[in-house]
C-alpha cells in the first residue's frame, strides 16, 4: 500500500522540465496526458492542482488555463465559492474560460499545446446530468454519459500538453440520498474508475493538502 506523500516541485531540485519529482519517486510527465485529483470538502486539493498547473506550465512555456465548470446562478454560496477561487489564483498567470458542459465545443478557446485545469468534474457531471431535469438516470444512460463525457475530456486532451481534473470524493458517506444525486454519484463512481484505469494519466486523492497515489504509475524511477 502506498504511503501519503507530498509531490513537491523545487526549482533547484527539478531541472528536467519533463519530470515531477517527490522524495521517492520521479513521475514522467511525458507520459501523462492528465492528472485527476480527488478530495473532499476543504482537502487542498484546489490549491494543489493550481501549484501543479502553474510549475507545468512553467516548464513547458505553455499557456495556462482555467476551465471553470459551476453555473453559480443566483446561488449566493456557489457565487462566494467561485469569488474565492478567484482570489486563491488571482498572479497566477491563468486565463479563465467558463463553460458549463459539451466541452468540444470550446474550440480555439483552449490553446494548442496549453497546461488545462478543469475545476471541477462534479460540477460538470452534474451539469451534464441534470439538463432537462432528470430525476434518475437507469444504468444504461448513466454509461451512455460517462462516455459521452471520456470523450469530451479526451477532445480536451487532443489540444492541451496537460489536463489536470479537481473532482469530488464520493465515497466517505452512506448517507440515503435522492434519486438524482444516487445517479450523480454512479456517474462519478464510473469516471473515477475508468480515468483510474487508463495508462496516460495519474490519479491522486488529496487529504490535507497531500496527494495519495491511487493508480498505477508508468515509467517510474525510484532514484531520484
Not at 45 to 60: G, I, P
Not at 75 to 80: G, I, P, S, Y
Not at 153 to 158: A, I, K, P
Not at 215 to 223: C, K, Y
Amino acid at each position: 500500500m502506498l504511503k501519503p506523500m507530498k509531490i513537491l516541485l523545487p526549482k533547484a531540485h527539478n531541472k528536467n522540465k519533463d519530470f515531477l519529482c517527490c522524495e521517492r519517486l520521479t513521475i514522467p510527465l511525458e507520459s501523462q496526458r492528465f492528472l485527476l485529483l480527488i478530495g473532499g470538502s476543504k482537502s487542498g486539493k484546489s490549491a494543489l492542482a493550481e501549484d501543479w498547473s502553474q510549475e507545468a506550465a512553467e516548464r513547458f512555456t505553455a499557456p495556462l488555463v482555467y476551465l471553470a465548470t459551476m453555473e453559480a446562478g443566483e446561488d449566493r454560496e456557489n457565487l462566494e465559492r467561485i469569488a474565492r477561487h478567484r482570489r486563491q489564483r488571482a498572479g497566477k498567470g491563468f486565463r479563465d474560460v467558463e463553460k458549463a458542459r459539451d466541452l468540444l465545443e470550446l474550440g480555439s478557446e483552449i490553446p494548442q499545446g496549453s497546461v488545462l485545469l478543469l475545476e471541477c468534474l462534479g460540477n460538470l457531471v452534474a451539469n451534464e446530468l441534470f439538463r432537462d431535469d432528470v430525476k434518475e438516470l437507469p444504468e444504461l444512460s448513466v454509461e451512455k454519459l460517462k462516455f459521452k463525457i471520456l470523450r469530451d475530456l479526451d477532445g480536451l486532451m487532443e489540444k492541451c500538453r496537460l489536463l489536470i481534473l479537481v473532482s469530488n470524493d464520493i465515497s466517505s458517506d452512506i448517507l440515503d440520498y435522492d434519486a438524482g444525486t444516487r445517479s450523480w454519484i454512479r456517474l462519478m463512481g464510473a469516471l473515477h474508475t475508468a480515468l483510474a484505469e487508463r495508462r496516460d494519466g495519474l490519479c491522486c486523492e488529496v487529504t490535507a493538502g497531500f496527494p495519495l497515489l491511487i493508480s498505477t504509475l508508468r515509467g517510474i524511477n525510484e532514484e531520484v
